[in-house]
């Protein structure tokens, strides 16, 4: 294992010390670890979702591309969303 020293705000580091005084964790450095592990699936989650709407951003310049789209009408989106609406009512 690699130590590293950081520094925290006040605010953080009494955090890091009540989580390891209220014994939810044995010491400030399983405090990190978990927040690293929770930041690594966080980040890996915001990675999915950035990739997913770049695909469904690059389905509708397809689209566009290929002549699948009709120029933007708010009164048409209007109209449609209230009919889906009152089918759900």
């Known amino acids: 294992m690699e130590r590293l020293t950081i520094t925290l705000t006040s605010d953080l580091a009494a955090r890091v010390k009540a989580a390891v005084e209220t014994g939810n964790y044995a010491s400030a ?3 990190m670890r978990q927040a690293l592990r929770d930041w690594e699936m966080a980040e890996a989650r915001r990675q999915a979702e950035l990739a997913a709407l770049r695909a469904d951003v690059n389905v509708g310049l397809d689209q566009i591309a290929a002549g699948k789209s009709r120029p933007f009408n708010a009164e048409r989106i209007v109209k449609a969303g ?4 009152a089918k759900k009512a």
């Open 29 to 31: 450095s399983e405090v």
């Open 82 to 85: 209230k009919r889906i609406a």
